[in-house]
C-alpha cells in the first residue's frame, strides 16, 4: 500500500499533544512551535479560532497524512470543523502554509467549557508555548 502524502497541519486546541493523536492511531511527524496572526482563540465546547486582525494564536504545526487528517476530523466531536489555509510563522522566523481546521460557525462569546481550557492551558504549558499566550487560555 502507498503511503499517503503528508500535509502540514496547525493545531491550536487538543490535537496539539502529538501522543494522544498516536493513541488514535494516527502517525504525526515534524512538531514545530508556531504563530499564526489575524486570528484569536474562542473556547466554546471546544476551541475554534475567530478572525482577529490583531490577534495572534499559538499552537503546533505538525505533518499527517491526507488519510490521518481524514480519520481525525470525521469523529462525531470535531466533524463540523472546515479546513482552511494559513501562514504559520515559525521560532526561527521562517512562514509556511498549513492546513487550519475551525468552526464554520465559531462558538458563542458567552460559551463556555472550563473542564476544556484547563486541559488546553495545561498543554499549552507543557509544549512550553508562550507564557503570556498561556495565560490568556479560558480567561
Request: proline share 6%; net charge neutral; glycine share 8%.
Amino acid at each position: 500500500m502507498a503511503m499517503s502524502r503528508r500535509v502540514a497541519v496547525f493545531f491550536y486546541g487538543l490535537f496539539m499533544d502529538a501522543g494522544a493523536l498516536r493513541q488514535k492511531g494516527l502517525d504525526p511527524a515534524g512538531m514545530r512551535r508556531a504563530r499564526v496572526d489575524g486570528f484569536s482563540l474562542r473556547i466554546g465546547q471546544r476551541a475554534s479560532l475567530v478572525p482577529d486582525r490583531h490577534g495572534h494564536v499559538f499552537g503546533i504545526v505538525m505533518e499527517l497524512s491526507h488519510d490521518d487528517v481524514d480519520r481525525l476530523y470525521s469523529e462525531p466531536s470535531v466533524r463540523s470543523y472546515r479546513p482552511e489555509a494559513v501562514i504559520c510563522g515559525f521560532e526561527d522566523g521562517a512562514s509556511a502554509p498549513a492546513l487550519c481546521f475551525n468552526l464554520a460557525q465559531p462558538p458563542a462569546a458567552h460559551e463556555r467549557n472550563p473542564e476544556y481550557a484547563a486541559r488546553l492551558k495545561e498543554l499549552a504549558r507543557r509544549l512550553e508555548l508562550p507564557q503570556e499566550y498561556v495565560d490568556t487560555i479560558g480567561g
